[in-house]
């Protein structure tokens, strides 16, 4: 007797019977895992651009037909002298040699330009401008920069950043649905109970307090949950694709965003019972 007092007194509208605990939590942990996915697959695209970024667009090559010794000792000491520059520095003909081996063959006549790479040291330099004062110093030099197809891949991974907030944000739109029918649900399990409470002088804000703070619990529990199932195959993906963004170790997971997870998931569940429940109780006769 004594504890179902205590109960009663904890509980007095019997919200942890009227509220599918095991249903919301399992519904909130499936889009948790979603959006835990969704978080990640943002981060991971802005990594991507940043490393395409200062990679690929940093990097401009110069040929020099005609490669001689004169010829590239005055490419690189025109290159060396721009302050857009930061290293400018010549590849090996041999190494270009064996770069060339799939496409020459055993052709050993072939005449191959001198190649010198150089590194912006300000990502909006032209290389245009760049290449025109090298060719007003050596003939004939060309200048190849990368920005075009860096453009379109960071175009690319800032598509796939706008679908994944797109996806967070109907993620938290479907668990805001869930939530508000899961309340209706138990506000008619208990219909009586609340009238019963909201007629011996219970406020609306009480009301709606303790359905919101048991839903808060159980959409940030499940929230963990499916976060904690997402860690895993989130790893996995690290390890596969982490070569390409230069990061291999869990260490380069979102964990900041992973963590406020729960704390969102509590925060929807929340605002959406006490909207939800101070509409019902506004209705009321």
């Not at 179902?4 to 605990?21: E, F, H, T, V, Y």
């Not at 990097?59 to 490669?67: E, H, K, L, N, S």
């Not at 590239?72 to 041999?94: T, Y």
Request: no cysteine; charged share 20%; proline share 5%.
């Amino acid at each position: 007797m004594a504890e179902s007092r205590r109960r009663l007194a904890r509980d007095p509208l019997g919200l942890r019977k009227a509220l599918a605990d095991r249903l919301l939590m399992g519904l909130v942990a499936a889009m948790a895992l979603l959006a835990a996915l969704a978080l990640a697959g943002r981060d991971g695209a802005d990594r991507l651009a940043q490393r395409w970024r200062e990679g690929a667009q940093a990097a401009v090559t110069v040929q020099v037909p005609q490669p001689d010794a004169a010829r590239m000792a005055k490419a690189l000491a025109v290159l060396r002298d721009l302050p857009e520059v930061a290293a400018a520095e010549a590849v090996d003909p041999a190494r270009m040699a064996e770069l060339l081996r799939p496409w020459l063959g055993g052709a050993h006549n072939v005449p191959l330009p001198g190649v010198i790479e150089i590194h912006l040291a300000d990502l909006s330099a032209d290389p245009v401008l760049i290449g025109d004062r090298v060719a007003a110093e050596v003939p004939g030099a060309v200048t190849e920069a990368h920005g075009v197809w860096v453009a379109h891949l960071v175009a690319l991974a800032g598509a796939v950043q706008g679908v994944a907030l797109a996806v967070v944000a109907l993620v938290a739109g479907v668990a805001a649905a869930v939530v508000g029918v899961a309340v209706r649900a138990g506000l008619s399990a208990r219909r009586d109970a609340v009238l019963v409470l909201h007629g011996l002088g219970a406020t609306d804000s009480e009301v709606a307090g303790r359905f919101a703070a048991r839903v808060a619990w159980l959409a940030g529990l499940g929230a963990a949950v499916g976060t904690v199932a997402a860690v895993p195959a989130l790893a996995g993906l690290v390890r596969m694709a982490g070569p390409l963004a230069g990061e291999t170790s869990w260490t380069s997971l979102p964990w900041f965003d992973l963590l406020m997870l729960p704390f969102a998931a509590a925060a929807v569940g929340w605002l959406t019972t006490q909207g939800t429940v101070r509409r019902w109780l506004r209705r009321l006769p």
